[in-house]
DNA sequence: TCTACTAACACGTTTGAACCGC
DNA sequence: AGCGGTTCAAACGTGTTAGTAG
């Protein structure tokens, strides 16, 4: 199987797991018969994140948790109407580098840091059958990414100025409980969603493109009041006449309707749904190339039995201390089938919680 | 001195409760 | 009583900035 550089990482985390795991016994690969969910992805905000990743996409990551912007946005289609999926997000480190702004540019600098482990976040609506997938954009608009190892609010636990890339995975609910068993899932990423995340913006060029594109940084325009009222004035008492003036470019409409969409609610079935964003929801312009699509070969640990929420892979996996993992000799044994989990899956059932074990009634 | 990080800040947006009229 | 629209304040999200640590 071909796979390029950004998978590399995940591919070597989740090798090591699985051989920790068959040292335990518990080795399961899925089955020949396994087979992912048949769909497709499409960006809807592809052109926005083009315009980013141009100039080199920078996130913020803070304590207490900060949104991403742009947020992932996709359509799905050829799900089956009637079935249920669970949709995920997953931050897959790129590369094996920590990232330095230098000379205007960004540089490798040196190998990567150890990871935090929670890079793994379920989708509020899941499970949730085909045609609400279909019917609805998929928006992480909720997400927040955070550099607090500690984080305990389900946040991304990213590692600043490195590079990451979204990738959105896709699992039939049924097969939820076995998921990190290598449950067939459906795997989509798109390059120009690849972000450094800094906890502090690096490059000017991306500052303008958040506060232009970004309702919540109107304050920041520069025709918005604030940023003259904050730079202006000197200590002096005078006005400083900065390129703000000659930046006094139309605050435009034009720049709020670039934002990445009319509002941030939800794509709930309780909120609007984002198709009345006055964009279209899918023209051709704004349509990214066909994903690359990853077929499901790497196995994932049984959330069920894991002593954390899923995608809190366990820590120091990548230091090689797995085996010291205290949840490694207590493992019950896999499922007989990865289509049929030990127990009866629990009906599905709406939640908010973002942790599989509430997926499936645990606890 | 430089780099990376944190917290406080001001401003704009979102959200939801309260209110009102039909 | 129920529904839909409006108002308003609190909560939230944003980039800026000054200060701190290594």
């Known amino acids: 199987m071909m796979m390029d550089q950004a998978h590399f990482g995940e591919y070597l985390l989740r090798q090591q797991m699985l051989h920790a795991a068959s040292l335990s016994g518990l080795q399961h690969r899925v089955g020949a018969d396994a087979e992912p969910p048949a769909c497709e992805t499409r960006l809807l905000n592809g052109d926005l994140w083009r315009r980013f990743h141009d100039i080199g996409t920078e996130m913020i990551i803070t304590k207490g948790g900060r949104r991403m912007f742009p947020s992932l946005r996709v359509s799905l289609s050829g799900l089956d109407p009637r079935e249920e999926y669970c ?34 976040m379920l989708h509020p609506d899941s499970p949730a059958p085909g045609h609400h997938w279909t019917a609805n954009p998929v928006s992480f608009s909720k997400l927040k990414l955070t550099n607090n190892t500690m984080d305990a609010q ?9 590079k990451y890339r979204p990738r959105v995975l896709v699992v039939r609910a049924r097969d939820a409980a076995a998921l990190a068993w290598g449950a067939p899932h459906a795997s989509f990423s798109f390059a120009e969603t690849e972000f450094i995340a800094v906890t502090a913006y690096q490059n000017d060029r991306i500052t303008k493109l958040k506060i232009d594109n970004n309702p919540f940084a109107k304050g920041f325009r520069a025709c918005g009041q604030s940023k003259c009222k904050r730079k202006t004035v000197e200590p002096d008492g005078s006005t400083e006449q900065n390129d703000t003036t000659d930046a006094k470019r139309p605050c435009s409409d034009a720049a709020s309707s670039c934002s990445e969409e009319g509002s941030l609610r939800s794509s709930s079935p309780r909120s609007p749904p984002l198709i009345d964003s006055p964009a279209p929801l899918v023209v051709s312009e704004n349509i990214s190339p066909p994903p690359t699509f990853y077929h499901p070969e790497l196995p994932y640990m049984n959330p069920l039995h894991m002593p954390m929420p899923l995608g809190m892979w366990p820590a120091n996996t990548l230091a090689g201390s797995f085996l010291s993992s205290p949840w490694g000799a207590t493992l019950p044994p896999p499922p007989a089938n990865i289509r049929s989990p030990p127990t009866a899956p629990a009906p599905c059932r709406r939640i908010k919680s973002f942790t599989i074990s509430a997926l499936l009634g645990e606890g």
């Open 154 to 162: 389900g946040h991304m636990v990213l590692t600043s100025m490195h």
């Open 87 to 120: 949709v995920l997000l997953e931050l897959s480190l790129v590369g094996r580098r920590r990232w330095r702004w230098a000379g205007g540019a960004w540089t490798a600098a040196g190998g990567a840091e150890p990871q935090s482990p929670r890079r793994l």
